[in-house]
């Protein structure tokens, strides 16, 4: 499984953003958001099933957040709304072969929130 992320760059508090992540190979039944903010642990964002139907969210950002997939494009997307600083991390791509267990990784993809 190959996992690419991507949609990160510098935004404004307020703003929106969409993270993608492109997945190839094998089915998985599992993919998720990871991030990791400078000088912290990485820490779990977001998941959601193979299907969509099912997804789950960390409590520190739930209300802002929704993971969605697109099966016909091998696509995982992550929508940020109201973005804080405190969201700047790294945020990751994972995927894996049963519910919140991941075997793969994808990179990173940086996302900077100016106040």
């Known amino acids: 499984v190959q996992l690419q992320a991507s949609g990160g760059g510098l935004v404004q508090a307020g703003d929106s953003l969409r993270l993608s992540c492109a997945a190839s190979?094998?089915?998985?039944?599992?993919y998720g958001w990871f991030r990791q903010a400078p000088g912290q642990d990485r820490k779990f964002v977001a998941a959601?099933?193979?299907?969509?139907?099912?997804?789950e969210y960390g409590d520190s950002v739930k209300d802002r957040l929704t993971i969605s997939r697109d099966n016909a494009k091998n696509m995982v997307y992550l929508q940020i709304n109201s973005m804080q600083p405190e969201d700047t991390a790294v945020y990751y791509c994972?995927?894996?072969?049963?519910?919140?267990?991941?075997?793969?990784w994808g990179q990173g993809t940086l996302v900077t929130v100016s106040s």
């Open positions: 959601i099933t193979w299907s969509g139907a099912s997804t």
């Open positions: 190979g094998r089915t998985v039944a599992t």
């Open positions: 994972a995927a894996g072969l049963r519910w919140k267990s991941y075997n793969y």
